[in-house]
C-alpha cells in the first residue's frame, strides 16, 4: 500500500470518529500533522542529523530549523 492510500484510510477512519460532524480548518490540520510525522521520521532515519535531513527533504537546513522550531522540536 502506498503512502497516498494510507493518508486516505487514515483520513476515511477520521471522519468515521467524528460521526457526522463537521471538521474545521482541515487542510492545516492534516498539513501539519503530516509535515510533523515527516520531519520526526527523516531526522530518525539520518541520526538527527540536520543537514542530511534537509537533504533528504529537499530543503535548506534554514528552513529545516524553521519547521522545527514551529512544532516544538528544538530545545
Known amino acids: ?4 492510500e494510507l493518508i486516505k484510510q487514515q ?6 470518529e467524528l460521526d457526522g460532524e463537521m471538521p474545521q480548518d ?3 490540520l ?13 531526522l530518525e532515519q539520518t541520526g538527527q542529523n540536520q543537514s542530511k535531513a534537509a537533504e533528504i527533504l529537499g530543503i535548506s ?5 524553521t519547521r522545527m522550531k514551529l512544532f516544538g522540536m528544538l530545545s
Open 1 to 4: 500500500m502506498g503512502l497516498k
Open 11 to 16: 483520513l476515511d477512519q477520521y471522519f468515521n
Open 26 to 28: 482541515l487542510y492545516d
Open 30 to 42: 492534516v498539513i501539519g500533522q503530516v509535515e510533523h510525522a515527516l520531519l520526526l521520521s527523516v
Open 61 to 65: 537546513r534554514g528552513t529545516l530549523r
